[in-house]
């Protein structure tokens, strides 16, 4: 069984800066981690859940959404088993619980990433507030 544990969400000031970090574990996941893709969704107040931004782990391919694009970088830490999302020029709108998301690596990262369904793990979630 997968398990993911989520840090690193808090209070920001607009323009501010937070790292959110993912690591995984789980005897099935490594063994077929290769064909995973590893992200971040997000969800505001009365809203749906959103894809953010994924990485495939075989390939290091990265997918972003467009409200994110130039201020959200994805990465891994292959030896900590580890994604991390550096959130910069963070904005109000970026509020939001933030989940840990993995899912088989089946379709294109954009497709992936665009709805929940196609995910079989999530994270607890972590709560990201920027205050204007």
């Known amino acids: 069984e997968v398990q993911l544990v989520e840090s690193g969400g808090g209070l920001v000031q607009t323009g501010g800066s937070l790292r959110l970090s993912c690591t995984f574990s789980g005897s099935t996941f490594d063994d077929h981690f290769n064909d995973h893709a590893i992200g971040w969704f997000r969800q505001a107040p009365g809203k749906e859940r959103e894809g953010v931004s994924c990485?495939?782990?075989?390939?290091?391919?990265?997918y972003y959404t467009d409200s994110v694009k130039g201020r959200f970088t994805i990465s891994t830490d292959n030896g900590k088993n580890t994604v991390y999302l550096q959130m910069n020029s963070l904005k109000p709108e970026d509020t939001a619980v933030y989940y840990c998301a993995v899912a088989d690596y089946q379709a294109p990262l954009p497709v992936l990433w665009s709805a929940t369904h196609l995910v079989h793990t999530w994270g607890q979630g972590t709560q990201v507030t920027v205050s204007s």
């Open positions: 990485i495939s782990w075989s390939e290091g391919r990265t």
